[in-house]
């Protein structure tokens, strides 16, 4: 079964500043892999996800993510975070054999200092 | 297109009473999923459904019950309301039931159970 770990529960960056959020995954075969954001007092809305071919993966609102297979790594970046980012991600793996549901990371807070 | 709707968005249960919250998406997908969002937990799968006739336990159904009415609608039920089950409730579908697929949420239904 598939696993994924978002080690940082907070995360606090200035208006401005570049911003990672870490995601590591656990699967035997190569993942499916997804980053999700929620805004507050809203639902889901999937940012980008990656199921093959160049491992940067571009996403919407200027985010993007580097799938690392040596380092079972899906970090998410964005080079200027804006305070409208200010949200929960979620990060999520998906398995290419067995279950088609994805699993769910427990979410990163971005706090977005003016 | 709406997308993926919830109803009620607001809910307060006395312990022991029932309800049932509803969700209906009007994407034309074939698969609709159930999840809780309780703080440090992520998201957790309680049903889904792959198709219109078909439902599935997920990570934690005890407490719930789920009707897939047609393809569009996909309710929750609570038999007998518990504290524990003061959460934060997502329905979501995707297209079909490849681990590729973007999943797509509705803005959730927060109930607490006094």
Known sequence: AQSVTQPDIHITVSEGASLELRCNYS?????????????????????LKYFSGDTLVQGIKGFEAEFKRSQSSFN??????????????FCAVGASGGSYIPTFGRGTSLIVHP | NAGVTQTPKFQVLKTGQSMTLQCAQDMNHNSMYWYRQDPGMGLRLIYYSASEGTTDKGEVPNGYNVSRLNKREFSLRLESAAPSQTSVYFCASTKGTVSQETQYFGPGTRLLVL
């Open chain 1, 27 to 47: 699967y035997g075969a190569t993942p499916y892999l997804f980053w999700y954001v929620q805004s507050p007092g809203q639902g889901l809305q999937l940012l």
């Open chain 1, 76 to 89: 998410l970046r964005k080079p200027s975070v804006h305070w409208s980012d200010a949200a929960e991600y």
